[in-house]
């Protein structure tokens, strides 16, 4: 079950009464004034995500290949696919939001459109994610091209554990033998040389 924990902080704003305080709205006209700056998301690749180069609660922009279809949760109030920029290791993310949500976006896109996402970079449970509020914070941008699946051998992929670099990343196994088959008595999940597929 996902648990989400919300902090509030309360900044602290440092008020000049007096004469002599340092405002910077009364600069002169050639003076910097930073008062007036405005700050919009920080444009990022799924790399730099993954790789730990942007801070967690940053708004970012990140452009990526649909890899899965849409999905929803009403149950657990989630929904939500995955993106990829590039293949092979830390090119995958999950792209968030709540049920509630979602509606408008079902239907939006498919797997292999290139897409333009505008959220919160998290990382629950040290999962990362990007966390998105309406239907607006996605732009399709066209058609893309799905990635080369990465090849990984079974053993580094099995039981259901992985390197946390191929979360979300298309992989492939390969000279594996299976272990069953799907079906109706087993939900469709089976595994190969101890690889879960579902």
Known sequence: MRTLLFLLALPL???NIGPSGDDDDSAGPDDDDDDDATSGPVEATISELTGGDVEVETDVLVSGVVTT???NDEGDNQAGFWIQD???PGTGILVFTYFDTSGELEGAFEPGDRVEVSGVFRKPFDFGEIVIDAATDIT?????TLPDPYVVDAADISLGF???DLEGVIVAIEGVTAQGSPGYDNYFDWSADDVLIT
């Open 13 to 15: 704003v440092a008020c």
């Open 69 to 71: 279809p849409w999905w």
């Open 86 to 88: 590039g293949a092979g």
């Open 140 to 144: 399709r941008l066209g058609a893309g």
């Open 162 to 164: 992985a390197p946390d």
